[in-house]
């Protein structure tokens, strides 16, 4: 699975570099750059097919809309992995917390505790 992400990464990276190279020939065009600016077009057109191609692959991907709200914020969506392992943890140590609690009440009332009745005829 790992490849398949290593793979999407790969190709977003020679478009955004693509992009990049293209901004610059077009903010500074000259009409023997034509050629130039053909060739970078034609690569973003085969970039946008190699990223297709990845998308199909991982179309079995769920990502939570939670990671594109920290993506909007301007945050670290691995920031996102990691809060949710923190409340996972908070959570658990309230969950066994609470757990402890009854097992202690339950030992100590345990002789308190009435046994059912049982009728013998």
Do not use: W
């Amino acid at each position: 699975m790992a490849e398949k992400f290593d793979n999407l990464e790969e190709h977003l990276e020679k478009f955004i570099e693509n992009i990049r190279q293209l901004g610059i020939i077009v903010s500074d065009f000259q009409p023997s750059s034509q050629a130039g600016l053909n060739q970078k077009l034609n690569f973003m057109i085969s970039g946008l097919q190699d990223i297709e191609k990845c998308r199909q692959q991982l179309h079995e991907i769920n990502v939570p809309l939670e990671v594109f709200e920290y993506i909007d914020q301007g945050r670290n969506p691995q920031l996102y992995t990691k809060e949710c392992l923190e409340r996972a943890l908070a959570r658990n140590e309230q969950v066994k917390g609470k757990i402890d609690t009854l097992t202690v009440r339950d030992s100590s009332r345990g002789s308190e505790i009435p046994r059912p009745m049982t009728f013998q005829e």
